[in-house]
């Protein structure tokens, strides 16, 4: 999951979802499962497609940095993968975008104590010189103290921002911690700042630094760092202790201009071509700390998963249901972009997207026009057997589906819980021992549920407008 | 805790425990409890003395390796916090040792897909040339396996050992699976291995690597490093799939000499020098790889605080209890072989040592003469409402008590719990993350009332023999 949108996204969710609980009309009378809609799901419990699609790509790509070779091939991969899965139209968009590759990083305190730190370089930062700066620091316990610091005040210093983040089940926390980084880089450059690090933007107590996307937008590009959170409570230890802090660091990262990115798309094609797409799918790039396995193999081998079941299952579905592997999501959406401008056009009944981890689904989420409100109901209803709740929020969150969901299209929102995503979002610790077979097969039966129903719904699922955001 | 002695003593108390538990005759009537005892445990479970020192010790100095200025650092903060706190007798103790020093490491797989490791070199690890070495690795999923490779079947190649590592509470996997890295290194270099990865002794899934000693003895010393689980864990997923794997491998440690150690030493005094020291402690030296806050922070701060807890009691104690903070245990157990020449004549009436970390102690274990027999009852007694265990293992174990214990010291352990020290145990996460509080106020507890009764019994504790090693 990346920045921008995620940010948007999930402050929309959580600001929308508070009033609604208020006004919440009596839950309608639960209707009836379609059985074969109840024995898809089912039989998705047993399922090994998706775990064997993120061992596979965790193992045999590994790590699948946006715009690299390594996303490369990962594509090929994909390619493969989903036409040995029996899907048709198999194909590999591709487009433009700058990419940022990591360098060097090393990070120490060299005063009032030696102290060696576990960082790592945030997407797009600044370099070093090659032999590294050193620096005093400024403490900012949160982004709002470094706000409020006077234009210039950090010329020559190293801004270090805290700003703790708390686990929350539906990740709204990361918007509020995480715009530490998403801004607090260029607000420090814009100061007069040498340099910054930032507590990571997580919740777990590992020695292994959260990296992710900054953006400097105009401004310069300064080396900007994420420290471990027990480096980051190191820090904030010993300025308590009131002496001055000074900081070396080596980041030699660098732009290396416009490459080649892509995504990957595979179809189950419908019957009926009138009744629109139904678009899935989750996110093949991943960051370079790790193997991307909950983020976000696991989110395209759910959606696949799902999909090859409805392929597998005899009959064809209405709706053409369209699985794509967005490239490029981390470091700012572009696969997302550059589907919607090559297939905006086309008619889509409703999107959804897996980019939240691989922990149990807990909650439905779900914009849809009038005419189709019996399908949220046959929704709801199909996935309650898996203990996911009909929540108030919307549907068709997430960063790639995103620009297509802005030109009006339906959606559907399967909310992963996220109270243990943080621990481990962008770190090198995101990789196959984090994904539970089981919490998996969990989410492949609630995918398979929503489009069977979906795919198949006799009703109209037309254009929505949705709030302005 | 270190490799060899750990080794030794934990293999023995495993030994051992098993035919015991059969034979047990009944437990003894509960013996009532010393009303001062009593009070003096149960103000101990507000103790803040502990996690002070811990919080300190890991803030202001840090990481702490063996005959290193950080190790220099360390005697002299410990010298001046043992004087604050009120003890007497502070002195240092210095003595020379080789000294290992970490370089650059880095690791990858380059075929049949390019992955990059987390690993780190393991103690005396030899060094690849600046530019490293690549070469196929060879798959041994047991240190047994390694053990019946032909001699000269390795040469030229890269020795990958599994040896997978459990769970246990009273560490006795850390002698099975440890002989990978105590070994195995020395072990494959004979074979012809340029150089040996293992899996990490340890039983976390997340990709900090754990570090330890290895013994080479008077063969060559090849570049050896310990993978982190995931990583170990990708390398088996590789070799499954059948194709060569190549591995480039960059280790710069390097040997630098004799270098200065020195044990920390200070004391309750008794009152009665007839009656032999009570020798207590735990090790001042760390792993470089973080701040040694549960290897071993915690146990000189438990132990320290306990005695303060006697100090501060208003009643001198009949015997003298030396607090020893030991240099140099983990490259070796140097400290406790030091202290052992240098005081090994006086008379020492029992030792204990805490090095397992900062979880709660759940069993006790005694070594005494026949003669302070009701000492051990008392001590059962007064530690039952802790939680605490009478087990029926030796007591006076631990590497740096060790060559003390060995000419016939009796001796108790307090175990604490080892479930999780492994996951933590010789990594970068040996940080005060890792530290509870509460857990560290239940050791400081158990300890006080250790030392209140056996610091004061009136009984004889003279010398003890043991079962050979």
Redesign the interface.
Known sequence: MTSRYALAVLLLATSAAVPAVAQRAAPAAPAGVDPRVAALRDAALKDDVAYDIV?GM??????RLAGTE?EA?ARTWSAAKLKALGFKNVRIETYQMPVWVRGEERGEVVAP????L?LTALGNSGATPANGIEAEVVIFPTYADLAAAPDGSLTGKIAYVGNTMMKTQDGSSYGQAGVARFAGPALAAKKGAAAIVIRSIGTD????PHTGTTYFRDGPAIPAAALS??DA??IE??AK?GKPIRMKLVLTPRQVGEQESGNVIAEVPGTDPNAGIVLIGGHLDSWDL??GAIDDASGVAITAAAAKRILDSGKRPRRTIRVVWFGAEEVGGFGGRDYAAKHGKERHALAAESDFGADKIWRLGMTLPESAKPVGDRLAAALAPLGIVRGNGPGGSGADIGPTVALGVAGVDLNQSGSDYFDVHH???D????VDPENLRQNVAAWTAMLAIVADAPEEIGPVERPAR
């Not at 965790?58 to 790590?63: A, I, S, Y």
């Open positions: 061992e965790t193992t045999e790509v590994g790590q390594a091939r104590v030696p102290q060696k576990h107590t590992h020695r292994l959170v027990p409570k190191l230890a010993l202790r790790a193997t770190t090198p610790d990789t196959l021992d984090r």
